[in-house]
């Protein structure tokens, strides 16, 4: 059989590998959190890992980074950590002042995911892995039950990533997904990497990344070259820490965000049918700074719950299911 999916363990950790065998490829991924580790392939003899993930089961558990995080119900930031939503305010951090009221990337990072299906084929090898933990009670300031899923499949042209949301609760609740992937096509800074982001503008923010108010948050690209990479260029010293929008999807419905080294060759892209392309630099993470490039597709921008632009998108009616597809190309030419 050409793809092969197999529980393994990781310390304490159970741990779910996809292998296409064929191309010498492999993707492993923890349950904690539903997070891939590793993203292997076989180029010109030598095995390259182009996931800059965690690095030991410690890490895992303490999440420094978000590296490769499931982000829900919400990605990204919420404005001091408060929203408003069908008339009822909310507050996630209660009692906290200043610095420590911060409200980032959801809820699943350090939460377990339950393996429901995990098989393969001739045509792929894919793992359903569910989790039930978002409910009324258990995060303060967000009063809602959320179900999420996430299938991964490996297949011939790399690994693709649906996430379902299912609203189990009573009430409309707001919800959004995200990922947030680290990438390395090299073992050097992010300096001479080549990258190609298909968008015509950019989310403009205040100093704690939250996108400014209405149309202020919309930046045409030709206004500020600086930040345009609709061709490919290298990143250079360039601090990036900014969401694309106005994606530009080719004739497959996919838009496309590449990464690759131009002296080797090896690359990827990062695809999504919707929503926001994140581009983060990693130069405030606690180990390797600028050794890796976060390609994040997002549904929504940050601070979503508490924007008018973004509030039909997030809305979710009891019963409702709503699913978002991204994915990775590997070697991309």
């Known amino acids: 059989m050409h793809f092969r999916a197999e529980h393994d363990q990781w310390e304490s950790h159970d741990v779910v590998v996809l292998s296409d065998e064929v191309r010498q490829r492999r993707v492993r991924i923890a349950c904690r959190g539903a997070t891939v580790l590793n993203m292997q392939l076989l180029r010109h003899g030598q095995m390259h890992d182009l996931a800059a993930g965690y690095q030991d089961a410690a890490e895992l558990e303490a999440r420094p980074g978000s590296r490769f995080a499931i982000m829900a119900p919400f990605a990204n930031r919420i404005a001091d950590a408060r929203y408003?939503?069908?008339?009822?305010?909310?507050?996630?951090?209660?009692?906290?002042?200043?610095?420590?009221?911060?409200?980032?990337?959801?809820?699943?990072?350090?939460?377990?995911?339950?393996?429901?299906?995990?098989?393969?084929?001739?045509?792929?090898?894919?793992?359903?892995?569910?989790?039930?933990?978002?409910?009324?009670?258990?995060?303060?300031?967000?009063?809602?039950?959320?179900?999420?899923?996430?299938?991964?499949?490996?297949?011939?042209?790399?690994?693709?990533?649906?996430?379902?949301?299912?609203?189990?609760?009573?009430?409309?609740?707001?919800?959004?997904?995200?990922?947030?992937?680290?990438?390395?096509?090299?073992?050097?800074?992010?300096?001479?990497?080549?990258?190609?982001?298909?968008?015509?503008?950019?989310?403009?923010?205040?100093?704690?990344?939250?996108?400014?108010?209405?149309?202020?948050?919309?930046?045409?690209?030709?206004?500020?070259?600086?930040?345009?990479?609709?061709?490919?260029?290298?990143?250079?010293?360039?601090?990036?820490?900014?969401?694309?929008?106005?994606?530009?999807?080719?004739?497959?419905?996919?838009?496309?965000?590449?990464?690759?080294?131009?002296?080797?060759?090896?690359g990827l892209a990062v695809w999504q049918e919707s929503g926001v392309m994140l581009v983060f630099s990693a130069d405030t993470i606690s180990r390797d700074v600028r050794r890796s490039l976060a390609l994040e597709p997002m549904e929504s921008m940050a601070d979503a719950f508490n924007r008018d632009d973004c509030a039909a998108a997030i809305r979710l009616e009891p019963g409702a299911v709503r699913s978002y597809r991204c994915g990775v190309e590997l070697d991309s030419p």
């Open 84 to 266: 408003r939503f069908d008339g009822e305010s909310q507050d996630m951090q209660p009692g906290m002042t200043g610095a420590a009221r911060a409200a980032r990337h959801g809820y699943l990072r350090g939460e377990d995911f339950a393996i429901e299906q995990l098989g393969a084929d001739a045509a792929s090898a894919s793992v359903l892995l569910t989790n039930t933990s978002i409910r009324p009670g258990v995060h303060p300031g967000y009063p809602y039950a959320v179900d999420v899923s996430v299938r991964y499949t490996l297949a011939a042209d790399g690994l693709t990533i649906e996430t379902i949301m299912r609203n189990a609760g009573d009430h409309a609740a707001p919800c959004f997904f995200g990922w947030h992937p680290y990438f390395r096509v090299n073992d050097a800074q992010v300096d001479e990497w080549e990258l190609t982001v298909p968008a015509s503008k950019f989310v403009r923010t205040d100093p704690n990344y939250i996108p400014l108010p209405g149309d202020a948050a919309y930046v045409a690209l030709d206004a500020e070259p600086a930040l345009d990479f609709r061709q490919p260029r290298r990143i250079g010293a360039l601090k990036l820490d900014h969401a694309y929008v106005e994606l530009q999807y080719d004739a497959d419905g996919r838009a496309r965000t590449r990464l690759r080294d131009p002296v080797t060759g090896l």
